[in-house]
């Protein structure tokens, strides 16, 4: 794969306001390509100022021009300077993209106020051998019989492909730009935790290191390291994980664990990974957030713990007693599905009828298993059979796995970079 294509990302802005959708789409897709090994260019207009909120590795160039853009949605007669704007666009355009292989660009030549920089497009193309991207952002008209200038923003330039955002409006799309169908790409926007939630470094950090993000199963377990085997029922956690896996689920378990700079306690550390391998998890699958930096082995920040709340949709509590659960709260907050501890009657007094109920056994009350593995093995289906018929946590799942700005760049913006 050539990674040394330059891709330029066109825009009009003079700001980058999160508030804007438009600049949370160019934010996912400006970080996809730097993370991916492309030079990486945002084109902005020269008044722009928000250079510090801009992605690192993107490379800033103020050179659109500015206009007093005139709404031409109506096809009136342009203004006595339509031309010059037209000039000094392509003029600037010519002189700053002759670097450039690719160029996405964002309702330049589809918006009515933007009709200056639509025909500057237009000539730049005839002329290079960019191969240009235009994304429409709004509902195509269909076709229409626009007299020039207004024509052109209904006129695929040169060189170009068309992008829509989704497929129900796709043949609209091409027949406003009187082409196939084959040349309307689909791009749908991103939606990525890791830019909407404002996330944590070290959350961001466990994402990137261990694929978060792509795991069916996400289970967050705050706790106190000396306690997590012996009261927390971490192990019946780890067993109920490692069957999730053997159905064929991904599955990732955090473990938030505070005190643990003393030598015992990371001896235990050390015995629950193995005892997690013996259950066919990796250290990849059960992480420890006192293994990450040393300076969390006391705990970490109450941000991360509910970021990764937010992150995940799992919450198996096998914990052998509890009164007023803060973390059990935090789960129900979180919306995750909750698996309960039958014999804590404290769970069944806060989760009600809105937790799967499962003998895990208490302080009080020891469970004998005729088959603790079949046993396992039932919760982990009965889990995924919940799961399977709630349509919130599926919608959630959706998003999270395959609406990523990495997922979004692999498998639809790619594509484009390479197509012949």
Not at 119 to 144: C, D, F, M, N, R
Request: hydrophobic content about 40%.
């Amino acid at each position: 794969m050539n990674k040394k294509l330059s891709v330029m990302v066109l825009t009009t802005f003079y700001e980058f306001n999160p508030s804007y959708s438009l600049c949370s789409v160019v934010e996912a897709q400006l970080i996809g390509l730097v993370k991916n090994g492309y030079k990486t260019i945002l084109a902005v207009h020269d008044n722009f100022e928000d250079d510090k909120l801009v992605p690192k590795g993107v490379e800033i160039r103020k050179v659109v021009p500015r206009f007093l853009l005139i709404d031409y949605m109506a096809q009136q007669k342009v203004s006595e300077d339509f031309e010059d704007q037209v000039n000094t666009a392509y003029k600037a355009f010519k002189e700053n993209f002759s670097d450039v292989d690719i160029i996405f660009e964002h309702d330049m030549i589809f918006q009515s106020w933007f009709l200056p920089y639509c025909l500057a497009i237009h000539q730049l193309a005839k002329e290079s051998k960019i191969k240009w991207y235009h994304w429409i952002h709004s509902v195509p008209q269909g076709h229409t019989d626009a007299e020039y200038p207004h024509n052109m923003r209904f006129t695929l330039p040169q060189n170009s492909k068309l992008v829509y955002l989704n497929n129900y409006h796709l043949v609209r799309a091409a027949e406003t730009y009187n082409i196939f169908p084959k040349d309307v790409k689909i791009v749908y926007n991103a939606l990525d935790p890791r830019l909407f939630l404002n996330l944590h470094p070290l959350v961001h950090s466990l994402i990137d290191k261990y694929g978060l993000l792509e795991a069916d199963f996400i289970q967050i377990y705050p706790l106190s390291t000396p306690r997590m085997v012996a009261g927390k029922g971490l192990n019946t956690l780890i067993d109920i994980m490692g069957k999730l896996k053997k159905q064929n689920r991904s599955v990732k378990l955090v473990v938030c664990n505070a005190h643990a700079n003393d030598r015992r306690e990371k001896q235990l550390i050390a015995e629950t990974q193995s005892y997690a391998s013996q259950q066919g998890l990796s250290a990849n699958e059960v992480i420890f957030t006192s293994l990450e930096d040393t300076s969390y082995e006391l705990g970490v920040p109450r941000e991360v713990v509910s970021q990764l709340f937010q992150l995940s949709n799992l919450f198996i509590f096998p914990s052998s007693s509890e009164n007023c659960s803060l973390i059990l709260l935090e789960a129900m907050l979180s919306k995750c599905l909750l698996v309960l501890n039958n014999n804590v009657p404290s769970m069944r007094e806060f989760g009600k009828g809105n937790a799967i109920y499962f003998e895990f056994g208490s302080i009080d009350d020891s469970i004998e298993y005729a088959d603790k593995d079949k046993f396992n093995e039932d919760v982990a289906k009965i889990i995924i059979s919940e799961f399977e018929s709630n349509k919130a946590l599926k919608a959630s799942l959706d998003i999270r796995q395959n609406f990523n700005y990495q997922k979004i760049f692999e498998t639809q913006i790619l594509p484009l970079l390479h197509e012949q």
